[in-house]
């Protein structure tokens, strides 16, 4: 690749697969730094939202407190009237009574006064009748519990309006019960007798009993029973939110009138969106937020620009130096990247070019070595081929069959050597043999110094592609020099047969199997033949598995089984 093209490869700033762990490492760093006080924050929106509901649930009892004093002042005068009035009340002065105080408690409706048996002795206006919730209270006041008892709302049918009853146990010198005055006073005009001066725009008062019943101008018809209950339990104010039918929702303060059953309901509607509950915890929590945001992004970019950008760089620099290519210049390609990194990737610019002068320094020395290795590979070879010379003229000389068998066999194993020798140099990579050219031009050469050809036998040749260690390739090929030769002095007869050789290897295993068709004979241990004894000795030097398969008729195999 030429070095403009490095320089774009190296220009490309897409990010490696393995630049997202580092960012996401550090920006998760700094996130887990930045939480407690984001953590804090929260907190400090959660008390700002409490404290703005806390401030708003004030608001409206504050409310409440003002504007409540008509009605809490009317039922403590009605009180304080009944004790003064209760002389006439008992003598049956009722309408008179109530023609005097009219004025002084516009919402009083009726004056009753009943006897011990709760029995009617006079009414200011018509004839009332008890209703059950009423005789529940006289029942209390009859026993003694209270001396007054103010009764929920309930309609009355002289006046057939909403009415309450104040309820007062009347007691003679001795302390018995000898009836109960009761002062009926209309609910509408105790809701209407609210400071309404005191009202803030939008918020609206109206009284309720204990059984939610509400009366006044409010949006609120009803109180639930369990807002009831949570004011009876603390007997202060709460605030409550109600929804209307129209979706929206109204804020209710909730307050219990004095010590009675009457409470005053003020309501508001709730606020919107922008409003101190949603502005004040938005901005204790979403400002910190937001710069927890921004800080993250700011440094999500930060690392990919001033970092990542550059690693990537780096990477890609490695990957051609890696390439062999040390001739290009990284420091051209950072010269924007922070001074730390420019001086890294400086750094291995001046490292690539001293690698680069080591790496040809190498393979001078290397290519020297390997001349010389091969030219002494080649003159070993030359030599093997005089001594085999020698041989065949010593050979010819022989008159003994036995001795010019030994100098023919000694011959063979002297060629294998030389073919080794000859492989060797003519091989590019003089540490390892490949196998299937060797081994084939070994078995030609063979085949024909053992004239298998005229014999009638034929040589079938299987190989994998596989390389071999040299030192392992010379053992190799004398085994199958010696187990060749045995089999064309021992194996056939006149009718010829076939000699098979297979190199074959898995994926942790190397096989060479010599098989051939012939005679066959009986395996005994510890055969005395020099042959044998020579490929026992070549199968240990091979660090092999040896085996010999054979029976008579059946040919025979030898075979080795190597560590691949």
């Known amino acids: 690749m030429p070095v403009s093209d490095d320089q774009e490869v190296i220009e490309s700033d897409s990010a490696p697969p393995s630049a997202a762990p580092l960012r996401n490492k550090l920006v998760l760093t700094l996130a887990a730094a930045l939480t407690p006080v984001l953590l804090l924050s929260a907190f400090k929106a959660y008390i700002d939202a409490s404290d703005v509901r806390e401030s708003q649930a004030q608001n409206l009892v504050i409310v409440a407190g003002a504007a409540i004093d008509g009605v809490n002042q009317s039922l403590q005068q009605a009180e304080l009237l009944l004790s003064l009035y209760e002389p006439r009340l008992s003598a049956g002065e009722c309408s008179g009574v109530y023609n005097e105080l009219i004025e002084y408690i516009p919402s009083l409706t009726n004056v009753v006064a009943f006897d011990e048996k709760s029995d009617v002795i006079c009414a200011a206006v018509g004839s009332p009748k008890l209703s059950r919730e009423n005789q529940v209270l006289h029942d209390r ?61 939008s918020v609206s008062l109206a009284i309720a009993d204990e059984t939610g019943r509400v009366f006044g101008d409010t949006p609120i018809t009803s109180i639930p029973e369990e807002w009831i209950e949570a004011v009876n339990e603390t007997r202060d ?16 303060a909730l307050r219990p009138v004095g010590d009675s059953n009457i409470y005053a309901v003020i309501a508001r509607p709730s606020y919107g969106l922008w409003n101190d509950l949603f502005v004040r915890p938005a901005t204790s929590f979403g400002l910190p937020l937001l710069a927890f945001a921004v800080t993250l992004l700011s440094a999500w970019l930060a690392i990919d620009g001033l970092v990542l950008r550059w690693i990537s760089r780096l990477t890609r620099t490695v990957r051609i130096y890696g390439a062999g290519r040390y001739q290009f210049k990284a420091g051209n390609s950072f010269s924007d990247a922070p001074s730390e990194i420019r001086s890294l990737a400086r750094a291995m610019e001046v490292m690539a070019q001293d690698i680069d ?13 390997d001349a010389a290795v091969k030219e002494i590979h080649h003159r070993v070879k030359n030599n093997l081929q005089i001594v085999t010379s020698f041989l065949n003229l010593q050979g010819r000389q022989l008159k003994d069959p036995q001795a010019k068998e030994a100098i023919s066999a000694t011959r063979h194993r002297i060629d294998a050597l030389a073919i080794v020798h000859q492989t060797l140099y003519q091989n590019e990579r003089l540490e390892s043999v490949d196998m299937r050219p060797f081994l084939t031009g070994l078995l030609n050469h063979l085949s024909d110094a053992l004239g298998m050809t005229e014999s009638g036998i034929n040589l079938v040749q299987t190989y994998d ?15 199958i020099v010696e187990a060749v030769t045995n089999a064309m002095k021992y194996a056939f007869e006149e009718d010829g047969g076939e000699v098979a050789v297979n190199l074959t290897a898995d994926s942790e295993t190397v096989t060479l199997e010599i098989r051939d068709t012939g005679l066959g004979y009986e395996v005994k241990d510890g055969s005395s033949g020099l042959g044998s004894k020579l490929m026992v000795a070549f199968a240990r030097q091979l660090s092999a598995e040896f085996t010999t398969e054979a029976k008579p008729g059946q040919g025979c195999s030898h075979r080795l089984v190597m560590d691949l």
């Open 141 to 201: 006041l009859r026993s003694g519990g209270d001396s007054f008892a103010r009764s929920d709302a309930f309609f009355g049918s002289a006046s057939e309006e909403w009415l309450f009853a104040l309820n007062k146990r009347v007691e003679n010198e001795t302390g018995e019960f000898t009836g109960i005055n009761t002062f009926a006073l209309g609910a509408v005009d105790l809701a209407n007798l609210v400071r309404t001066g005191y009202l803030p725009e």
């Open 237 to 252: 104010a709460q605030l409550f939110r109600a929804d209307e039918t129209d979706g929206s929702t109204v804020d209710v």
């Open 357 to 369: 002068h080591r790496d040809r320094d190498l393979k001078e020395a290397i290519a020297t070595r």
């Open 465 to 479: 592609d596989i390389q071999r260690d040299a030192d392992d390739a010379i053992p190799m090929a004398l085994f």
